[in-house]
């Protein structure tokens, strides 16, 4: 068991931020995210970071051809990660960019560190670089003048002849080599190790860390022509972002967090990591990473997901069709973690049917369900310990047995074994209650006992698996926890003192809501790809001047809707706004948290009468203050008459809290 509150530091790569992120990019984030949320369900201290990379000849050229500024390229690109890992719900803890000042200071110190260190003669010295280097991945292909292809993107590399600050990289041959053989767990997985141990044994050949012809960087310290060539500045951001910078030991915060535990990358930029960057901080006499993981690429149409190629799959129309869980679940579910996966937009939803709305989704409800039937909504009692046998105690054998078994293989991210685990009890509970048919004891009096203990093991059951599953379903799982009646957040349960037994007989359940409805296939394929179409649109040129006749609404297209989240919320109590006679303060749940929202219907509703109502609650507004209230929201309301009065919008059917609306 992990000591209350040992530390964790764990990254993400830090995105290069010259267009907008598609699910590869989110594949990494999510995989950090869902080992972030494992490590504080035991007991850790979890710093998680991730940011933006922002420099580079890349961006420069890009910039140009949109006659901007680079800095307002990357100011404009940058919201669109922020955006995106807010609906991905993703519980980072630092964002670092390295466009800022912060930064600077940063990586300008590392390098003053290093020819402090060693003098301006050792590891770093001026000289000149001739070769080809590829601008899309950042990579010095050869040494020659002869024409050739980057390995990484088989893009043809350009000619480069300056003058560069280099680093002695060959003078670490044989430390990173004694690295690699006394700490194997450095480079992760293994055969990713012996790729590593492969190049430096092939031979290292020093690197240069600047660049002249470029102006887009951080200028090298007291010679401002030249710049910090990308690798040495974006990988100091991992150091950045916990205050390395802060005086001369660094921030407390650095103090306590460093060196990482884990930087979770792609294979792609894995001997920048596992090579470059311990041997930059070998130079600096400062402490290495504990771990290198080195991820497979996300394929898309038997191909690494690229822009240039066309074959990108974006998961903001993924989450808005399906939820973030659909996402996260299938990504972590279908593919081997390490190696290369394929996406498929088929697969996703056949996962989604069969283990999520069939699976998990149809198991909480069903349970539930009968519990409310049969027992007025409270969790029965279990048989007596001494009685135990049969299938029910083979459910129970098999669900502890999974606790541990889990824990065991989210440590060591082997994530699909993991899921498989847990949807071996979600399938035994099924057969179980299959095979001893409750709905048919509950019409005999007289096995009201027996129907008791098969219900309390199937909730039990119900009740440790939607604990385990948490990390990776963390929306679907809190609120199925919250059905369970079960107190407080989910995240704060320790996995690690999860164990049979722990439900108390008497404990008042909720009405059961489905979590995960069953979709069609045809017809979610084309809402997704119709969807990420319009996301590949350029934007529309501007309008020309409108005449002077009145004007039809103008159109939207898709993405300009989805953008838009609306989820079902239920009002839980309201007052009047001091000094308006318009407003009302209403707090409102919406399924994850209760909202504040200030909204203009005091003329027609009053405050008394609301409370339990189902309202239409826009959630990713901007907060504003309206009287000095922050509203955090807005429900939605039609306008009637000539003097527009507010009429709430609602739903015919029963619809759950939290549900989003399409």
Not at 53 to 82: C, M, S, W, Y
Not at 250 to 267: C, T
Not at 375 to 388: D, I, M, N, T, Y
Request: proline residues 6%; neutral net charge; aromatic residues 10%.
């Amino acid at each position: 068991m992990a000591p209350t509150q040992s530390k964790f530091y764990l990254t993400t790569p830090i995105y290069y931020a010259n267009s907008r992120p598609h699910v590869g990019s989110a594949y990494t984030t999510i995989v950090c995210d869902a080992i972030a949320r494992y490590k504080r369900m035991r007991g850790y201290d979890v710093v998680y970071l991730t940011g933006t990379d922002e420099h580079g000849v890349n961006i420069e050229r890009a910039a140009e051809k949109l006659g901007i500024t680079p800095q307002e390229l990357v100011d404009r690109n940058v919201p669109l990660f922020l955006e995106l890992w807010k609906l991905l719900d993703i519980r980072y803890t630092h964002f670092v960019r390295t466009t800022s000042v912060e930064h600077a200071g940063s990586v300008q110190k590392l390098v003053r560190r290093t020819l402090r260190r060693a003098g301006k003669n050792g590891f770093i010295y001026k000289g000149r670089y001739e070769g080809r280097y590829c601008i899309h991945d950042n990579l010095y292909v050869s040494d020659s003048s002869e024409p050739a292809d980057c390995p990484t993107c088989g893009r043809p590399a350009e000619l480069i002849s300056e003058e560069n600050y280099f680093f002695r990289l060959s003078m670490f041959q044989e430390k990173l080599l004694q690295l690699y053989r006394e700490k194997p767990e450095f480079v992760q997985p293994d055969f990713r190790r012996n790729e590593v141990v492969s190049f430096v044994e092939s031979g290292l050949r020093d690197l240069s860390i600047s660049r002249k012809a470029i102006k887009w960087g951080i200028p090298w310290p007291d010679d401002p022509e030249h710049v910090f060539y990308v690798w040495y500045d974006a990988l100091t951001s991992y150091m950045t972002g916990i205050g390395f910078g802060e005086g001369e030991h660094g921030s407390a915060e650095y103090q306590k967090y460093w060196p990482a535990d884990l930087h979770m990358i792609g294979k792609e930029i894995i001997r920048f990591h596992a090579v470059y960057w311990p041997a930059f901080l070998m130079a600096a006499d400062l402490p290495l990473p504990k771990q290198v993981f080195a991820h497979g690429w996300l394929l898309f149409q038997q191909e690494k997901m690229s822009k240039s190629r066309g074959n990108v799959a974006y998961a903001e129309p993924i989450v808005r069709v399906l939820g973030n869980d659909a996402l996260r679940y299938y990504l972590l579910r279908d593919v081997v973690f390490g190696q290369d996966g394929n996406f498929s937009h088929d697969a996703l939803i056949t996962r989604y049917n069969a283990d999520l709305a069939n699976g998990l989704g149809n198991l909480a409800s069903r349970i539930l369900a009968m519990i409310g039937q049969s027992f007025a909504g409270q969790v029965p009692s279990p048989e007596p310990r001494e009685k135990l046998s049969g299938p029910d105690y083979e459910v129970k054998l098999l669900a502890q047995s999974q606790i541990g078994s889990v824990i065991e293989m989210y440590g060591t991210m082997e994530f699909a074994g993991a899921l498989e685990g847990i949807w071996s009890v979600i399938g035994a509970v099924d057969k179980y209650l299959v095979e001893t048919q409750p709905w048919k004891l509950a019409e005999d009096a007289s096995q009201r006992e027996r129907l008791s203990a098969i219900l309390y093991t199937a909730t039990e059951a119900l009740r440790i698996v939607t604990a385990l599953a948490h990390p990776v379903l963390p929306e679907a799982t809190q609120k199925i926890w919250a059905q369970l009646g079960q107190s407080g957040k989910l995240a704060n349960v320790r996995l690690d003192q999860l164990a049979w037994g722990q439900l108390r007989p008497g404990t008042k359940v909720q009405k059961a809501e489905a979590v995960f409805p069953r979709v069609e296939k045809t017809e979610t394929v084309e809402r997704i790809r119709a969807m990420e179409e319009q996301m590949n649109q350029p934007p529309a040129p501007p309008a020309p001047a409108a005449a002077a006749t009145p004007a039809a609404p103008a159109r939207i297209g898709i993405e300009d809707f989805t953008r838009v989240e609306m989820r079902v919320g239920e009002i839980k109590s309201a007052e009047r706004v001091a000094g308006a006679d318009k407003l009302l303060k209403v707090m409102v749940d919406i399924g994850e948290e209760v909202r504040q929202v200030v909204a203009g219907i005091a003329t027609v509703y009053k405050p008394e009468d609301l409370v339990g109502r189902k309202v239409i609650v826009v959630v990713n507004l901007q907060p504003r203050k309206l009287r000095g209230v922050e509203s955090n929201g807005m429900i939605v309301a039609a306008s009637v008459g000539p003097e527009g009065t507010p009429v709430l919008a609602g739903f015919l059917e029963a619809v759950p809290v939290g549900a989003r609306l399409k």
